[in-house]
């Protein structure tokens, strides 16, 4: 059974950071891509940044500088490094895994940014 669990989220005042982590379970997870996204009500889900399996990464503009993407495929992890946040960073974010054939996604981590 494939599990992706995330973890990190929380409250945090603007201009802080928090590390999210993304644990996955049942893949073979240096095969597959991982991307972070978010979402706020009502709203779509939005690509925030990803990694390759060889560890090469791409963010959006928005976040461009201020987060950082990796992975440790030995501990079958990936870990975005959000610093200087805003409020617009509050949202739930979400990771999802995929290969050519197969994709997952997590339930997701709250993180909310304000004072």
């Known amino acids: 059974q494939v599990q992706l669990v995330e973890s990190g989220g929380g409250l945090v005042q603007p201009g802080g950071s928090l590390r999210l982590s993304c644990a996955a379970s049942g893949i073979t997870f240096r095969d597959y891509i991982v991307d972070w996204y978010r979402q706020n009500p009502g709203e779509q889900r939005d690509l925030v940044a990803t990694v390759t399996p060889g560890g090469d990464t791409n963010y959006a503009d928005s976040v461009k500088g201020r987060f950082t993407l990796s992975r440790d495929n030995a501990k079958n992890t990936v870990y975005l490094q959000m610093n200087s946040l805003q409020p617009e960073d509050t949202a739930v974010y979400y990771c999802?895994?995929?290969?050519?054939?197969?994709?997952?996604w997590g339930r997701g981590t709250q993180v909310t940014v304000s004072s």
């Open positions: 999802y895994v995929r290969s050519r054939v197969r994709n997952y």
